[in-house]
């Protein structure tokens, strides 16, 4: 940098205001992309703001939350007061999926009407959208019931609407992990490998987890669902990180 301060003092081509500006430009430039290790933390902070302002990003974050307070509750270790985050953080999930048929509706218009698609990814992504408009209703009138907001009556069984919107999700886990699949044959090397690996694997943390609360009395502890849980969004935070 000191060499090229002394370019821009003592070069001929300095007489000329355009060239300054050039050379003066580059030396800015250079002194940003070697910035004092200082700046690391700040630099951190933006990626980190941008990363999880974002609605995927921020469901991911709040999930890694959930379920790795879900692990430490089941090792004893401030069990009562994890247990009640992992709750809240849970219902606060339930909440944001309630816009989740209008994204719904829209992939559902998308699988119509887009020429592009071939038979098969056509075939999957009306799968993948009609198990969620299963999906939806069922979960909400679950959480709904649960919070005490519907109100109890033997016409409505709250299990039984746990059990059939985790089945829908995991035909709709299914479908979408087939198209990973697919594309992961078609791509080469590189960031969108990385991307969609990742996606698969959060995937099948997520397929497992469906499999366990679509059956009575599920297949894992609590602390299992925590690993499942806080693997998949790790896996889904490495996947968003590559895709930008």
């Given at each position: 940098?000191?060499?090229?301060c ?9 007489h ?12 800015i430039?250079?002194?940003?992309q ?22 995927s ?20 270790i ?7 985050l ?7 999930r ?11 509706f ?10 592009s ?9 009306l ?8 999906y939806?209703?069922?979960e909400?009138?679950?959480?709904l019931?649960?919070?005490g ?72 502890n609590?602390?299992e ?12 935070i ?7």
């Amino acid at each position: 940098n000191t060499t090229l301060c002394l370019q821009i003092l003592l070069s001929p081509l300095s007489h000329h205001p355009q060239n300054t500006f050039t050379i003066t430009k580059k030396y800015i430039m250079t002194s940003i992309q070697k910035s004092s290790p200082h700046s690391l933390p700040i630099n951190l902070l933006k990626s980190s703001n941008s990363l999880f302002s974002s609605g995927s990003g921020f469901n991911l974050l709040i999930r890694l939350i959930q379920y790795t307070s879900k692990i430490l509750a089941h090792q004893k270790i401030h069990e009562v007061q994890l247990a009640k985050l992992a709750t809240l953080i849970s219902d606060s999930r339930f909440v944001f999926r309630f816009w989740g048929m209008l994204d719904t509706f829209e992939e559902l218009h998308a699988a119509l009407t887009m020429r592009s698609l071939s038979p098969v990814n056509r075939a999957l992504e009306l799968v993948k959208a009609g198990s969620m408009i299963g999906y939806y209703p069922l979960e909400h009138l679950y959480w709904l019931k649960w919070r005490g907001v519907v109100p109890a009556g033997k016409w409505l069984d709250v299990d039984e609407f746990s059990y059939w919107s985790c089945r829908f999700w995991l035909i709709y886990i299914v479908a979408d992990m087939i198209q990973d699949l697919m594309r992961l044959r078609s791509i080469p090397s590189g960031k969108p490998k990385i991307v969609y690996t990742m996606k698969w694997a959060k995937n099948l943390c997520d397929l497992l987890l469906a499999w366990h609360w679509s059956v009575k009395g599920g297949l894992f502890n609590e602390g299992e669902v925590g690993w499942l849980g806080s693997a998949g969004s790790v896996a889904g935070i490495i996947g968003l990180v590559n895709s930008r």
